[in-house]
């Protein structure tokens, strides 16, 4: 399993809000960002992404746009321009012209689509936390033909259209991620990092696959190919924390998404990652996490 596929697992879109808006100069579209992640990107014409956090960056038509919310931003023409729409606003209806679509009329200069995601706790932390509050994705040479793709199903009304919207958005967000996480002044997390190690990698690998199997430090050793003191040695440089530890960390990640679905229940999820008993389990968990199992399953269902 690659790097990227590791940190994705556990993220996808559940009707996801979506939307499109239509501008002409002098325009200027405020957004209040209430989920974990927002993706914007221009369509058509130039468009100044303006974030509270001080990014200020100009995206071309396809170019995107990543915001690790909650966090207010701006979409204009320029700078300078004031919002005139306050699309989280309790006014915002009175700017809505067709199906998730905003703004001024379908015949303006600029296009932009707002994506935003319910992202679930758990292995999608580790997302979260890899990224900056806000950045962008040049498009470059490259056609997205996704974006267009997008940009025409976001104002239907057909049967299963949530469905569609919403993987067309975790479309986006793979493409948009890799190109991130390739640019080599992106900050990567340590262990995404070492997934790329000839001796951390596997262990890391097989750590991630098989969550529930009752590793060794030797076991994972020979799955790099070396010694357990050589494996121990460099996987805690370049992670930062022992294997084992490692392991723990990421069984209660796992275990912290699956106790979101409907059907699981605490001793289910712990057998998946690897523990007899719920007991045990109920007391790695709240080591780790802060919280009992059951509590965390509780607050994550009522979101």
């Keep these: ?6 940190l994705l697992r556990g993220v996808h879109a559940q009707r996801a809000d979506l939307c499109r808006s239509f501008a002409s100069p002098p325009w200027s579209l405020a957004f209040t960002a209430t989920a974990p992640l ?3 990107t221009a369509v058509r014409g130039d468009t100044w992404l303006l974030v509270e956090d ?4 100009l995206l071309r038509p396809g170019d995107f746009g990543v915001i690790r919310g909650p966090m207010r931003f701006v979409l204009a023409d320029d700078p300078s321009t004031p919002p005139q729409i306050d699309l989280d606003g309790p006014d915002c209806e009175q700017w809505l012209v067709d199906t998730r679509t905003y703004g001024f009329g379908a015949d303006q200069d600029a296009l932009v689509i707002t994506g935003s995601y319910a992202v679930e706790r758990g292995v999608s ?7 900056p509050r806000a950045f962008v994705v040049p498009c470059g040479d490259e056609h997205c033909p996704t974006l267009d793709v997008l940009a025409t199903e976001i104002p239907k009304d057909q049967a299963g259209q949530d469905v569609i919207l919403d993987r067309l958005l975790d479309l986006l967000l793979v493409y948009v991620l890799r190109e991130w996480f390739d640019r080599p002044d992106s900050n990567t997390p340590a262990w995404y990092r070492a997934l790329g190690d000839e001796t951390v990698g596997p262990a890391l690998r097989a750590m991630h696959d098989e969550p529930e199997r009752a590793w060794t430090v ?4 020979a799955r790099a190919g070396v010694s357990r003191a050589a494996l121990a040695r460099r996987f805690t440089t370049l992670v930062g924390v022992p294997p084992l530890t490692y392991l723990t960390e990421w069984r209660m990640d796992v275990a912290a998404d699956l106790l979101t679905q409907p059907d699981a229940t605490v001793s289910s999820v712990a057998r998946a990652v690897g523990y007899a008993d719920g007991f045990a389990f109920s007391t790695a968990f709240k080591r780790v996490r802060g919280v009992r199992p ?3 399953r509780v607050v994550a269902l009522r979101a």
């Design 125 to 131: 932390d580790r997302l979260l936390n890899a990224l």
């Design 218 to 221: 030797a076991e994972l050793a």
């Design 54 to 57: 001080g990014t200020s960056v």
């Design 294 to 296: 059951s509590d965390h």
């Design 38 to 40: 927002t993706l914007v």
């Design 1 to 6: 399993m690659d790097a990227l596929t590791t």
